[in-house]
């Protein structure tokens, strides 16, 4: 998911060339450790950024725990679409192709 947005900027020649110049740099035989050492990296980052998720969490429901801010939030959206509905209907005829 993340590695789209990364990848969105780098076409397969750009890769092809930082691959070739990681091996002329580092050799072949140190490849597979770098690549090891990268996902273990990006598998720690994942799991602090989860931790941090669920402490963000446990202190939203800590500090409303009956779900008061979940009902208003609610009552807003529904506001939102009936809003956004009434707004499609009137323009209905008016809509461009």
């Not at 691959?19 to 996902?39: H, N, Q, S, T």
């Not at 429901?61 to 499609?88: C, F, H, L, T, Y």
């Amino acid at each position: 998911m993340h590695y789209s947005v990364i990848f969105a900027f780098i076409g397969f020649q750009e890769i092809t060339v930082i691959l070739i110049i990681a091996v002329l740099i580092f050799g072949p035989d140190k490849i597979p450790e770098i690549a090891r050492g990268l996902g273990e990296g990006v598998r720690a980052m994942r799991n602090a950024t989860d931790e941090i998720k669920r402490e963000v969490m446990k202190s939203a429901e800590s500090i409303d725990p009956s779900g008061e801010i979940k009902e208003v939030q609610k009552s807003i959206e529904n506001e939102i679409s009936s809003a956004k509905k009434e707004i499609d209907d009137a323009m209905g005829p008016i809509k461009r192709n």
